[in-house]
């Protein structure tokens, strides 16, 4: 049964402190997308990388997020440093571009920034 | 961007049928979308419909899709406890998603 899996599930950490959110697309999906839920915006689109190419990064604050596909089997999704402001759950989805654009999403980091 | 409408909440007896109602604007969305979310989990996708269809069935569910009004439909028949969650409608543009607020369906006994 194949999953997109992301690590960590959990994370607390101090103002000011690096982040890195990990995520494995399935295996064979080319596209791969980190999106950032909260109870006041809903889903917000971070990030889009198309075969490893970031195609789309407008959602992301650029002054201390980064995303990168460092290989087809791992994105990150990084902030630093961060603030109380970047508590939301992260989510990375991966699928294939040319099919029906159908995204299969992970089962989320919960980040809480103190 | 493309704005997708949800009404926010849906209370339905157990047994009933449930109807999710979904609102968008951009008419070119090639696929729509819908996706259930439990407490503590990602998204995870019931269906999708293309936008050539109006109609998909798939066991409980039925989608219904009015192009004119832009209007998508979730329908789940007998419904059970293990339906309650947030439902999302999403619609695509290219290869991005746009998704609705949700709506979170209790289910009562």
Redesign the interface.
């Known amino acids: 049964d194949a999953r997109?899996t992301q690590t960590p599930r959990h994370k607390v950490t101090e103002m000011g402190q690096e982040v890195t959110m990990r995520c494995q697309p399935i295996l064979g999906h080319n596209?791969v997308f980190w999106y950032r839920q909260t109870m006041m915006q809903?889903?917000e689109?971070l990030a889009?990388f198309?075969n490893r190419a970031p195609?789309?990064d407008s959602g992301m604050p650029k002054d201390r997020f980064s995303a990168e596909m460092p290989d087809a089997t791992l994105a990150t999704l990084k902030i630093q440093p961060s603030e109380p402001r970047d508590s939301a759950v992260y989510?990375c989805?991966s699928g294939r571009?040319g099919s029906?654009?159908?995204?299969?999403?992970?089962?989320?980091t919960r980040l809480t920034v103190l | 961007g493309e704005d997708v409408e949800q009404s926010l909440f849906l209370s339905v007896r157990e047994g009933d049928s449930s109807v999710i109602n979904c609102t968008y604007t951009d008419s070119s969305s090639?696929?729509l979308?819908w996706?259930k979310q439990e407490p503590g989990?990602?998204?995870?996708?019931l269906t999708?419909i293309?936008s050539n269809m109006d109609m998909k069935q798939d066991q409980r569910l039925t989608v219904l899709l009015n192009k004119k009004d832009k209007h998508l439909s979730l329908r789940i028949a007998d419904t059970q406890t293990g339906d309650s969650a947030i439902y999302?409608c999403a619609c695509?543009n290219d290869?991005?998603?746009s998704?609705g607020?949700?709506t979170t369906v209790t289910v009562r006994a």
């Open positions: 997109v596209t809903g889903l689109l889009y198309r195609l789309d989510f989805a571009s029906t654009d159908t995204q299969y999403f992970g089962p989320g | 090639t696929y979308y996706y989990a990602g998204l995870q996708l999708y293309f999302f695509s290869y991005k998603l998704f607020a949700g």
